[in-house]
């Protein structure tokens, strides 16, 4: 793997999650998951990868399994915001590209890591980059399901919109044919910034669009940022509730 040395994984880590209070550390399969999230961050490009927290017992467990970690506020309410504070250190100054690789996805790939942090490496012209999955006629996914996120962007693969509701809105189908006969795309909570970039968007105030639907990245559209997004065939699983990780648990076992 040819390292990116420029690059920053960031993994931000907070114990009081509303849904889910305590994730990170969860054990899934004799692993915690912060461990997991950073083993498969570290086997992308990403030059380094970091766990930013504010929480002194995931700080002690990242240590123990020799992970790289730094304390960060407990007043930030995005991990965009704990991404910038990190960004900002003078030990991580020199890093041109900061990756935040969300914390509640234990089976994130490498390869969906480097896809996305790709997008800005050849293209000067984006600002920040994401990850989408084309959802398969026979997806089980619940279209309507507002915790599934989804994306529209143009031929040039720049973000458009993002939604809980099913975009694009199919008129001439009756909606129980929208995904067999459409065509979605799942947004994956993976983003790659431009450092200077992710300190601007960090300073933004939100917007009525991500007021709205409760989403940051409408904030960084609404206020002209370009988006790239990358596509993946990997699913990715978020694991959100004590039901998403009995599900992770459960694939895990399967092998899958």
């Known amino acids: 793997m040819v390292k990116i040395t420029n690059s920053l994984g960031i993994i931000p880590a907070r ?7 305590g994730k990170p550390l969860v054990d899934i399969g004799g692993k915690t998951m912060v461990q997991r999230v950073y083993e498969q961050a570290s086997q992308s490009a990403l030059g380094a990868v970091v766990v930013a927290t ?9 240590v123990s399994f020799g992970g ?31 990756v935040n690789v969300q914390g509640d996805e234990p089976f994130i790939s490498p390869i969906q890591i ?23 006629p ?25 939604s809980r509701w099913p975009l694009p809105f199919y008129r001439n189908l009756p909606s129980e044919n929208w995904l067999a006969e459409g ?17 601007a968007v960090a300073k933004l105030p939100p917007g009525r669009l991500e007021l709205a639907e409760s989403l940051e990245q409408l904030r960084w559209l609404e ?7 990358a596509l993946t065939e990997f699913e990715s699983i978020s694991i ?12 895990l076992a399967a092998g899958n």
Request: charged share 20%; aromatic share 10%.
């Open 138 to 162: 026979g997806s089980q996914l619940n279209l309507h399901d507002p915790n599934h996120v989804k994306v529209v962007f143009d031929k040039n693969q720049r973000a458009l919109y993002f």
């Open 223 to 229: 206020n002209g940022y370009s988006i790239g997004v």
């Open 114 to 136: 480097n896809a996305t942090l790709d997008v800005l490496v050849q293209n000067e012209s984006l600002s920040i980059a994401t990850l989408a999955k084309l959802l398969a």
């Open 183 to 199: 065509q979605f795309h799942k947004h994956i909570g993976l983003y790659a910034f431009r450092r200077e970039i992710l300190l």
């Open 68 to 98: 790289q970690v730094v304390m960060t506020s407990d007043r930030h309410s995005t991990g965009t915001d704990r991404c910038a504070e990190v960004a900002k250190m003078p030990k991580y100054a020199d890093f041109q590209f900061v």
């Open 15 to 21: 114990f009081a999650s509303s849904r889910f209070p």
């Open 54 to 62: 504010d929480d002194q017992r995931i700080f002690d467990k990242v």
């Open 240 to 251: 959100d509730s004590p039901a998403d990780l009995a599900l992770a648990i459960g694939q």
